[in-house]
């Protein structure tokens, strides 16, 4: 009982790195006329360490927002963190009342005034108290645990809220993820298309990894690969067609064995003159102008969607419908070109 303990107290510590302000910065840039009169929800968010937090409560005024609303999440469980008792899952609601607009926010300040209040239950963004605010709520704005991507998605879903989120690259090929992409519900953002990210960790974070980093302050950083913004904010870059330079010949680009489309092994080789089904690697959605290109289903040992195409016979016969002359690729999305 005590390592599983362990093990859970591990995991639910492994949720716990910080989005830096830069990255959010770089991001928010590029939506400010859309907030607004808007009211801003940050629900895995503390708001007494949160940059997401932060960054809208000193930009409200400028951003001209009609509230801010911060709720974070705590494991009441005490075998979980012994060290941790006392601490209680709060939310914040501001409404602008002191104008701290484009200072250098004085967190100490902020702490000392003692703007939230106790949450009766522990925070998690599916309890009803949480579920309340999320429906007072335009926009929810955060970076949410990995390990609950999916349900966070759904949430926001049900209750038809925009949002701009942090997730894994990897969550594209999630099924519900993958059914708002090709639906063009979803987008990636516009900031992050590539690298990794630099994420604070608390000072107890257990650092196993290659890539971390303490400052001079003796605060932890984590380095994460695969990160990216994923939104239903719409912004121009977006729009814009992706230029292609290739020419298609058969040789250069076979078919996949079990699916009647090309593999193309990277973005910047799709062929400006194809008409039909391509499959190319998840990180084309860094690029998709849906414009230009039509998605049509996702490919890994089985399709995502299992959409009209998808060789049944294949299926049942345990083939891969990602391999190549026998060889399987890693992911594919199924693309058209619109303008050929
Ligand atoms: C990746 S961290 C990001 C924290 C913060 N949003 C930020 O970007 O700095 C994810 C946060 O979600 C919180 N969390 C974990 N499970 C949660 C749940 N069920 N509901 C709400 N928040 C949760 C964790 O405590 C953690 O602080």
């Known amino acids: 009982m005590a390592n599983q ?33 808007k009211v801003v929800l940050c629900n895995c968010d503390d708001p007494r360490v949160s940059n997401f937090f932060y960054f809208f409560y000193a930009r409200f005024h400028s951003l001209g927002l009609k ?29 602008g009342e002191d104008r701290v607009d484009n200072v250098i926010i004085d967190r100490d300040k902020f702490i000392k005034q003692n703007k939230w209040e106790t949450l009766r239950g522990d925070g998690d963004f599916r309890t009803p108290e949480c579920i309340e605010l999320l429906k007072q709520s335009d926009i929810v704005v955060t970076n949410p645990p990995f390990s609950l991507f999916r349900e966070f998605v759904d949430q926001l879903v049900k209750y038809d809220k925009k949002f701009l989120i942090i997730g894994n690259v990897n969550a594209i090929t999630y099924k519900n993820c993958f059914q708002l992409i090709k639906e063009n519900k979803m987008w990636m953002g516009c900031s992050i298309h590539s690298g990794d990210r630099e994420f604070a960790v608390p000072d107890d974070y257990p650092l196993e990894a290659a890539g971390y980093r303490i400052d001079e302050t003796g605060k932890k950083y984590i380095r994460i690969k695969g990160v990216r913004w994923f939104t239903n904010l719409d912004y121009k870059e977006r729009h814009e067609d992706l230029v292609l330079c290739k020419k298609y010949n ?47 289903d996702g490919l890994n040992r089985y399709s ?29 999305i199924l693309i058209k070109n619109k303008k050929q």
Not at 28 to 37: A, V
Not at 83 to 90: F, G, H, I, L, R
Not at 276 to 283: D, F, L, S
Request: with cysteine; glycine share 4%.
């Open 250 to 296: 058969p040789e250069e680009y076979p078919k996949f064995d079990n699916y009647d489309a090309i593999n193309i092994d990277k973005t910047a080789n799709i062929p400006m003159d194809y008409e039909g089904i391509m499959g190319v690697p998840i990180t084309f959605l860094d690029k998709f102008n849906p414009e230009q290109f039509e998605i049509i």
């Open 304 to 332: 995502i969607l299992d959409v009209a195409g998808t060789n049944q016979w294949a299926i049942a016969n345990h083939l891969h419908m990602t391999s190549v002359n026998g060889h399987s690729t890693y992911y594919r």
């Open 67 to 95: 509230r801010l609303i911060a709720t974070c999440y705590k494991n009441l469980n005490p075998d979980l963190f012994s060290q941790n008792k006392d601490e209680q899952a709060v939310y914040c609601i501001y409404d």
């Open 5 to 37: 303990n362990l093990r859970h107290a591990n995991k639910a510590k492994k949720d716990e790195f910080y989005t830096q302000l830069t990255d959010i910065e770089k991001e928010l840039n590029h939506y400010k006329e859309q907030f607004s009169g």
